[in-house]
C-alpha cells in the first residue's frame, strides 16, 4: 500500500463553478453527509501529513475537538505502524522543507483513529470482495447517509485542476493525497471534500466524475469510521 506524502497546494485552482444550471434530474438527487456541518474541522497542513491531518478532520467530526496538527503527530509519532517497523509518522527533520519526511500509510489510519477511542476500517476494490466492505460511489454514498466518516485516497493535482505528475508505468495517475469526503451531492453532481493540502480546501467542491477519476488511482481505497 503506497505511503502518501503529498504536502500543500497554495491556492485551489480551478474552483468549481457553482452558477452553472442543475441536470434535468436535479429533482430526484439528494445530499449524502452534511459537508456544512464537517466544514468546522478543517485545518490546513504544514508538513506531509494529509492522512494525519484528515483523520484529525474526522477525530472533530466524531468529537466535536478536532487535534492540532502539532497534536495528531505527537500521537502518530507515539504509535507504532501497522504496516512497518517505527511510528505512524515521523516529523520531517529539515522544517525548511515540509515535503522531507516519508508520508504515512492510509493502512494505518485505523490504529490512529483507535487512539481517540474510534473505530474504522478500510477497503479498495481488491479488498472488497474478501472483506466483504464495498467500495465505490454507491457504498460511498450510503456511508456518508448513515453518518460514517469517510477518508479516500486520491491523487491530487486531478482534483486540484493541475498537470498530473505521479503516474504508474502505464501512465495513469497515482495516488497520492488523502481527503475526508464530507457529501456527495447526487442532485448537482458534486463531491464535497475537507482538503487540508489547498489553503482553500474547507468545502472544496469537485465535479464528481473528476471526483471519481482521481479516487480510481488508488483502486478506490477508503477508511470508513463505524
Known amino acids: 500500500m503506497k505511503t502518501i506524502k503529498l504536502v500543500t497546494f497554495a491556492v ?28 468546522k474541522y478543517w485545518q490546513e497542513q504544514q508538513y506531509d501529513d494529509c492522512v494525519l491531518m484528515a483523520s484529525a478532520d474526522v477525530i472533530g467530526e466524531i468529537t466535536g475537538v478536532a487535534p492540532t496538527e502539532e497534536a495528531i503527530i505527537a500521537k502518530a509519532e507515539a504509535t507504532p505502524s501497522t504496516v512497518g517497523p517505527g511510528p505512524i509518522y515521523t516529523k520531517p527533520a529539515n522544517p525548511d522543507d515540509p515535503d522531507s519526511g516519508e508520508g504515512t500509510s492510509m493502512q494505518d489510519v485505523p490504529r490512529l483513529l483507535s487512539q481517540y477511542k474510534i473505530k474504522a476500517v478500510i477497503t479498495d476494490k481488491d479488498d472488497a470482495a474478501e472483506s466483504g466492505i464495498p467500495t465505490g460511489m454507491t457504498a ?59 489553503s482553500e480546501g474547507r468545502d472544496a467542491q469537485v465535479p464528481m466524475r473528476l471526483f471519481v477519476r482521481a479516487w480510481d488511482a488508488s483502486d478506490d481505497e477508503m477508511v470508513v469510521t463505524n
Open 12 to 39: 485551489f485552482a480551478g474552483a468549481v463553478a457553482l452558477g452553472a444550471a442543475a441536470p434535468a434530474n436535479a429533482s430526484s438527487g439528494k445530499m449524502y453527509g452534511d459537508p456544512v456541518a464537517a466544514a
Open 140 to 198: 460511498l454514498e450510503h456511508a456518508l447517509g448513515g453518518d460514517h466518516k469517510v477518508i479516500v485516497s486520491v491523487n491530487a493535482e486531478l482534483i486540484w485542476h493541475e498537470p498530473v505528475e505521479d503516474k504508474d508505468k502505464k501512465g495513469n495517475p497515482e495516488a497520492n493525497h488523502a481527503v475526508v469526503v464530507t457529501g456527495v451531492d447526487t442532485a448537482h453532481d458534486v463531491v464535497h471534500l475537507n482538503d487540508s493540502g489547498s
